[in-house]
């Protein structure tokens, strides 16, 4: 396997820096980008004018001194200056055919794996017991889902973790509940059934707060679980089966990877308590109003002074803050982590920056584990204001995805009458659900992640702009092609070799050949969109390349030259897409 352009094409350029420069500039980067315009070629290097001022030459010169030192010959034209001294490269047809060739019958399509695999835990997710989940946990979820599978293609060692809020006071009130409501669960199997668990968590929080008797029974049912009374641990398993049960239903239907780890708050309750003895050991702890508290540097309330982080209550509980400090920790040392990446809404920002302080001062974090919080933006309703129902209430998933595969259902019906086609039921049902559920996972990761975006069925079900129908659609036509001729690409890939024409070849060749790049930006900098992207990209030059160059017309060798373009191409579209966790359909 090869390594992608823009790598080689950098390694050229940074040899002929040492050769015109010496060694010291040999770990400067090119600073070579994609051109942004065709005019300028496929790519530029932008060195000459850093490298001007610290000469003491003028940009054109340095650039002609770096161009006499550099041999591209095998990959581009002759280089071009422009301007002040930018080099402009466009890559030759002939290393194009070569680059693709290779292509053909590798199944990464060129995309190499990491140099350096990492152990690399990935926590997304994360609904709560005995709440259904809603819209706020879609993000998190398709996003977080995206980036282990974009981690795993590359070859790290990916844990995907759900930190489900299994813990804390809200359980005593759910356990009372449960045993007033349900007192033959905790005797009799299978005789639970809590159906809408928001409707259970809603009842038993006016419980709560009108019956003092029930409060009061529902603080010492916390104390009892935290202390581990075997029927009040009975009860709290029990909404955590039943809720893991809904959970699943909605994962299943996302085709979430099915690796994901449940590893809720309670999981970290017997570590907690080590957790504060170590900061108290190392002198970070410091008490406020009862409280046992670190303070942090950079952070400070409303009146300018500085805000600690509690990590143990006045009352003696712990708090989130605690559990993520311990989870940290757990991680680093047990999991073996190298990379631990929180997958989680804006809002949570600050509390994420103050707990990664504190465990890099305790020491929970060593230089060589990165943490990365990657926050996103809210889902909003077309009124611009954050989605919720008719009613006011949070819009849940699993209604939204109803919703959305019964919105693909009617597009597809009115199409099928349009086009007087005939299909049967299951064809109906099947390209109605994929169709349906991929646009919300392509309409929320097409986006960047950190804005907010606009949920409209209307628009992410549409065939035209950068959607899910586009993409499949794209897909689709290709795979139309190979019917519609008899085509055996399988077989037609043993000895197929590309030729290029026609510049619409040429300008989906480059795009094809940019997926190893794109692939890597987005493990970089975790933005599922440069992938959604790149796809759109691509659809929309493999439809001008269509348009331009016949395929099944066209006499040998280009015919077969063509056909295994637009193999690539689905390949491409499939992979690309699988990466975002959605599935392609043969027919639409």
């Known amino acids: 396997m090869t390594s992608s352009i823009a790598r080689q094409l950098k390694t050229r350029f940074s040899e002929a820096l040492v050769k015109a420069f010496g060694e010291s500039l040999a770990n400067t980067d090119p600073l070579l980008v994609p051109a942004t315009n065709p005019r300028f070629g496929d790519y530029q290097c932008n060195i000459s004018l850093s490298l001007a001022k610290e ?60 140099e350096r695999a990492q152990r690399v835990i990935v926590d997304f997710s994360s609904p709560n017991i005995a709440k259904e989940m809603h819209v706020g946990h879609l993000r998190s979820t398709i ?79 916390v104390v009892k679980l935290q202390s581990g009374d075997p029927e009040s641990n009975k009860a709290w398993q029990l909404l955590c089966d039943q809720s893991r049960r809904e959970f699943k239903k909605i994962y299943d239907r996302l085709t979430i990877h099915p690796d994901l780890t449940e590893r809720g708050e309670s999981f970290y309750n017997p570590y907690l308590e080590s957790v504060v003895e170590e900061l108290d050991k190392q002198g970070l702890l410091k008490e406020d109003n009862g409280a046992s508290c670190v303070f942090l540097d950079g952070f400070t309330n409303k009146d300018g002074d500085p805000l600690p982080l509690i990590v143990k209550k006045s009352d003696g509980g712990y708090n989130y803050a605690t559990t993520d400090l311990a989870a940290i920790r757990y991680r680093v040392n047990e999991d073996k982590a190298e990379r631990i990446i929180y997958v989680t809404d804006a809002g949570q920002a600050n509390h994420f920056a103050q707990v990664f302080q504190v465990a ?9 584990v990165e943490v990365v919080h990657v926050p996103f933006g809210l889902v909003l309703g077309e009124d611009g204001k954050k989605l919720k129902t008719r009613s006011g209430d949070t819009v849940k998933l699993q209604e939204l995805l109803d919703e959305a595969i019964e919105h693909s259902r009617a597009d597809l019906e009115k199409r099928l009458q349009d086009e007087n086609r005939a299909e049967n039921e299951e064809f109906i049902e099947k390209v109605s659900e994929v169709v349906g559920l991929s646009a919300v996972k392509y309409a929320d990761l097409a986006q960047n992640r950190n804005s907010n975006y606009i949920f409209s069925f209307e628009k992410m079900l549409n065939l035209q702009g950068n959607t899910a129908p586009y993409m499949l659609y794209a897909y689709a036509r290709v795979r139309s092609i190979g019917r519609e001729g008899g085509i055996d690409f399988e077989g037609l890939r043993e000895n197929a070799r590309i030729h290029l024409e026609h510049e ?85």
């Open 143 to 221: 996003i977080g889902d995206c980036i282990a599978r974009l981690l795993e293609f590359r070859g790290h060692d990916v844990l995907r973790l759900n930190h489900v809020g299994d813990w804390g006071t809200q359980f005593g009130m759910l356990i009372t509940y449960l045993k007033e409501a349900y007192p033959d669960a905790l005797t009799t199997a299978d005789a639970l059934d809590l159906g809408d668990l928001v409707t259970f968590y809603k009842k038993a929080k006016i419980r709560f707060d009108e019956d003092e008797t029930f409060k009061e029974n529902a603080r010492k049912a």
């Open 55 to 114: 000469l003491k030459q003028k940009p054109r010169d340095v650039a002609e001194t770096i161009l006499a030192n550099l041999d591209i010959t095998d990959l581009c034209n002759t280089p071009e200056i422009a301007g002040p001294g930018f080099i402009n490269l466009t890559l030759k047809p002939g290393y194009l055919e070569q680059r693709l060739n290779s292509l053909i019958a590798d199944p990464r399509l060129g995309v190499e794996k990491a």
């Open 504 to 588: 619409t070849e040429l300008a989906l060749a480059k795009h094809i050949l940019q997926l190893t790049e794109v692939i890597q930006a987005v493990e970089e900098d975790l933005l599922p969109n440069r992938l959604c992207d790149y796809l759109y990209e691509l659809g929309k030059k493999y439809n001008r390349f269509y348009e331009n160059c016949p395929v099944l017309k066209s006499e040998e060798p280009i015919k077969t030259s063509r056909l295994v373009l637009c193999d690539l191409t689905a390949r491409t579209l499939k992979l690309g897409l699988s990466l975002l966790g959605i599935s392609v359909l043969e027919r639409m």
């Open 360 to 368: 890099t001062k305790a020491g929970f974090l060593p230089d060589n």
